[in-house]
């Protein structure tokens, strides 16, 4: 049998036309997770496409093909599937897109994944090679991740392309129930998690000495991040990874975490307003005081990439210019910018959705850098202009040089991350635009 698994491209990384070619990309886990999961029995050949290094092969032909989803690739990822069942090639479709909007994907497929692929991607397998595919395959109540699993195939996508392929994931999904949130409603608050052991036994294999997790929340079980962050220590690596700000609440996990190895943490600072904060059901951001987080992490030598979202119902044009300075005077290593997107079937989007303010159902918008709805306190292009400008603003060479003054930090990959921000935040507008005019619905 022959197996085609497919990433649609997107804006931001796309062969020869996105903003980076290489820097900033890393190796993705999705579809090298899946050919690992493919079953000896089935007798399987797969080739794996990532669209955002390559162009797909015009004769491409397979006897199964398989698309994963997010929801700004979904409409590349509908095109395909398309144009493959036009050619009689069953389509798999897979994915958080897919998950929160089973109805739309399943008019574009053969069969579809719904929820994380473990256990159910092997059944379908067998049934498509037994010739009985059903329509759609689920999570399963009972869905765990087991010591047993296979590890990730990294050599099926060439390296060179990619800024790193030493990727890693330790657990799923978040406790948390953040209002705009895929997470939540795509897959629940429960988290998964993935035995400390097999996660150590990963890193080894690869082998290399900086790492990239890429869980939502490291921290949402402590017991866990402890065990997790112990079992690091003798590996004498350096890594990178995802947090919430209550780490602040926590001074000895934190210590622990610099001790394993952790270099740098992408923060979910979101904004400096309470008010937007609650009605995003981020209050326990809200608790923490962001200026003393961010200076003691960097006491243990940790960088933090802070990330701010722009559109919440409090919002006004004061925002943009509020938050540059903020992220200056204290010094936040990599700041980033989004704006509040809708994603489809989350607690925002149906508010939005009620109220009447969702301008556009054109999902390749719904990637955190288009206004996809009406803000409350501005309009659209208020909106656009003012995060445009927030990026702008932050990434001047002056704002690098003060930021990284005030974080006293000028490490050369940190100068060359920087760089590598302003290069995007100065090329933003030929990559995400869209018709302010004409919302389209």
């Known amino acids: 049998m022959r197996i085609a698994l497919i990433s649609p491209k997107g804006p931001l990384y ?3 036309s996105g903003i980076f070619k290489k820097s900033l990309r890393y190796k993705p886990l999705t579809l090298t997770t899946l050919a690992a999961l493919i079953p000896p029995d089935v007798q399987a050949e797969v080739r794996l496409y990532d669209e955002g290094i390559e162009v797909l092969p015009d004769d491409l032909s397979a006897d199964l093909i398989g698309i994963t989803l997010i929801t700004g690739n979904a409409r590349r990822g509908y095109e395909l599937a398309d144009r493959f069942r036009k050619r009689d090639i069953p389509v798999v479709l897979g994915g958080p897109h897919v998950t929160l909007l089973p109805q739309e994907a399943s008019r574009h497929a053969d069969a579809i994944c719904v929820g994380y692929a473990e256990q159910s991607w092997p059944c379908l397998l067998r049934d498509f090679r037994n010739g009985c595919l059903k329509p759609v395959y689920e999570q399963g109540a009972n869905f765990r991740l087991d010591a047993d699993m ?26 948390h129930d953040c209002e705009f949130c895929v997470a939540p409603s795509a897959w629940g608050r429960k988290q998964y998690q993935k035995p400390v052991s ?12 900086h790492n990239l997790f890429v869980d939502l929340n490291l921290i949402s079980d402590r017991a866990y991040a402890v065990a997790l962050f112990s079992a690091l220590i003798p590996l004498n690596i350096r890594w990178y990874g995802l947090s919430t700000v209550i780490i602040g609440h926590d001074p000895q996990l934190m210590e622990l975490m610099a001790r394993s190895g952790c270099k740098g943490l992408l923060l979910g600072l979101e904004s400096l307003s309470r008010e937007s904060l609650a009605a995003t059901r981020k209050n326990f951001n809200a608790r923490v005081d962001y200026r003393q987080l961010i200076a003691d992490l960097h006491r243990l030598g ?27 005077e204290c010094g936040v290593d990599l700041p980033r910018f989004a704006l509040l997107t809708p994603f489809p079937n989350t607690p925002l989007f149906k508010r939005l959705d009620a109220e009447n303010r969702i301008l556009t159902r ?14 409350k306190n501005m309009s659209v292009k208020e909106l656009n202009d003012g995060h445009e400008y927030a990026w702008q603003a932050i990434y001047r060479y002056s704002a690098i040089a003060r930021r990284l003054k005030n974080a006293r930090k000028f490490s ?16 933003l507008k030929h990559f995400y635009n869209c018709d302010w005019e004409i919302p389209k619905k």
């Open 14 to 16: 796309r062969y020869k």
């Open 302 to 328: 940790i960088s933090i990439q802070g990330c701010f979202v722009f559109g919440t119902d409090s919002d006004t044009r004061l925002v943009f210019k509020d938050t540059v300075e903020f992220a200056i």
């Open 362 to 375: 054109d999902w390749e918008l719904y990637d955190a850098q288009h206004v996809v709805f009406q803000p």
């Open 150 to 175: 296979p590890f990730a195939r990294r050599e099926l996508l060439p390296d060179k392309y990619y800024s790193t392929s030493a990727v890693f994931e330790a657990t799923r999904s978040c406790v």
């Open 198 to 209: 097999w996660v150590v036994e990963d890193i080894r294999r690869v082998g290399a000495r």
């Open 412 to 427: 050369p990959l940190l100068i060359a991350a920087n760089l590598g921000y302003r290069f995007y935040a100065n090329n």
